[in-house]
């Protein structure tokens, strides 16, 4: 079942803009990851936060993470065209070995030149 | 890093036929393969984790005699789609873990099924 939800659903900036997009989840997690999805393509890691962390960055990308309001947020700042794609949270639970990532349901984000 | 490769990429098939999806880590022994199926515009649901050499766990709601999972080595795991109809039709991805010390998942690039 779904873990959360994202939102925006979608989202069209304009090149050059910064996209913010957020996540919520419902229960406790191990870590919490980001992953970008090009039309019909599978799945690219982009980065990822664990539970004890607040905020990570890499490149373009920045991510937070409250945990008391299980909530992340993933920031990509100076938008290209090439980031139009489709991006996910998934969760990693805190308990269990096998690595079962819940996904959100995503942001359909359009960036335009 | 990783990579992960599915086969066949597509496959359109008839309803009633059985479909057969590969999943293999190409640089790695994954000892845990999971199982996504994706709608359009919608998120991915997991249907089951693929552990080698034993049963695939399968979620709530997911006909084990309908998805067949097979992982019969460290670096192979399969999904058979049997007597599929068209409301099979989706988009399957599969994904591995198990690189020392680390929690990524590497996804493969997904296999489109189309069932007439």
């Known amino acids: 079942s779904q873990q959360g939800e994202e939102d925006p659903q979608a989202l069209s900036i304009q090149e050059g803009e910064n996209a913010t997009m957020n996540c919520s989840y419902k229960t406790s997690i191990n870590n919490l990851q980001w992953y970008r999805q090009n039309s019909g393509r599978g799945l690219v890691h982009l980065i990822l936060?664990?539970?004890?962390?607040r905020e990570k960055h890499s490149g373009r990308l920045r991510v937070t993470l409250d945990t008391s309001k299980k909530s992340s947020s993933l920031l990509i700042t100076a938008s290209r065209a090439a980031d139009t794609a489709s991006y996910f949270c998934a969760t990693d639970p805190s308990s269990g070995s096998a690595r079962q990532l819940t996904f959100g349901s995503g942001t359909q984000l359009t960036v335009l030149p | 890093g990783a990579v992960v490769s599915q086969h066949p990429s597509w496959v359109i098939c008839k309803s009633g036929t059985s479909v057969k999806i590969e999943c293999r880590s190409l640089?790695?022994?994954?000892?845990?393969m999971f199982w996504y199926r994706q709608f359009p515009k919608q998120s991915l649901m997991l249907m089951a984790t693929?552990?080698?050499?034993?049963?695939?766990?399968?979620e709530q709601g997911v006909e084990k005699d309908k998805f067949l999972i097979n992982h019969a080595s460290l670096t192979l795991s399969t999904l058979t789609v049997t007597s599929a109809h068209p409301e099979d039709s989706s988009f399957y991805i599969c994904?591995?873990?198990?690189?020392?010390?680390?929690?990524?998942?590497?996804f493969g690039p997904g296999t489109r099924l189309l069932v007439l």
């Open positions: 936060i664990r539970s004890n962390e």
């Open positions: 693929s552990n080698e050499g034993s049963k695939a766990t399968y």
């Open positions: 994904s591995a873990g198990g690189l020392a010390g680390e929690e990524t998942q590497y």
């Open positions: 640089d790695f022994q994954a000892t845990t």
